[in-house]
């Protein structure tokens, strides 16, 4: 048990939709992370958040935003959603030099 | 750029037998390097961190060494069970920054 959790669990959208995806740590880490993992493949990183700013992002488009609140929560919105965004996504905080995952959010676009 | 190939792809043998997994990286200036495996359609768990100045780590059956200036770490489960079916990921940090970039995987199946 990670003390990581996400919200939903699961998610249908369609195309050009607009959906948020949510992450909390029981741990009070102030450092987390979004992975995108396609099927098959392993997860690949968006961006991450240290102390509410961003501090680094992948190879993912602007459509792609996150936010961390002050309890270090954090948001992962992704805009005009495309067929090629349907995924597990998966938030991760960093205890030391550990990264600690979520249990993932299955997002479906149809 | 950073790369990590994971192989075998998948792998699948009876109960008992002791297993090498292996996970490669091209730059060798990596800070660490973490296991985690991940049940299907579920998060990641932390296996194993072994640090660049460390050649292996241990945790119960599993044995993870790490050999930088070849690119290469390998991941030792003894006596494999069925309960060990699932996904093995490894990961490195490129640079010492704190995002991952992930191998594939190794999808491990133990039989009966």
């Known amino acids: 048990e990670t003390g990581v959790t996400q919200s939903p669990t699961h998610l249908i959208k369609t195309r050009g939709q607009q959906v948020t995806l949510r992450c909390s740590s029981q741990?009070?880490?102030?450092?987390v992370s979004w992975y995108q993992q396609a099927l098959g493949q392993g997860p690949q990183f968006i961006f991450q958040y240290y102390r509410e700013e961003e501090n680094g992002r992948g190879n993912f488009p602007p459509r792609f935003s996150g936010l961390q609140f002050p309890n270090y929560s954090s948001e992962l919105n992704v805009n005009a959603l495309e067929l090629d965004d349907s995924a597990l996504y998966l938030c991760a905080t960093l205890g030391g030099d550990t990264q600690y995952f979520g249990p993932g959010t299955r997002l479906t676009v149809l | 750029k950073q790369e990590v190939t994971q192989i075998p792809a998948a792998l699948s043998v009876p109960e008992g037998e002791n297993l090498v997994l292996n996970c490669s990286f091209t730059d060798s200036a990596i800070y660490n390097l973490q296991w985690f495996r991940q049940d299907p359609g579920k998060g990641l768990t932390s296996l194993l961190l072994i640090q660049s100045s460390q050649r292996e780590q241990t945790s119960g059956r599993l044995n993870a060494s790490l050999d930088k200036s070849s690119g290469r770490s390998t991941l030792y489960i003894a006596a494999s069970q069925p309960g060990d079916s699932a996904t093995y990921l490894c990961a490195v940090p490129p640079g010492g920054y704190n995002k991952l970039i992930f191998g594939a995987g190794t999808r491990l199946a133990v039989h009966p």
């Open positions: 741990s009070g880490h102030n450092t």
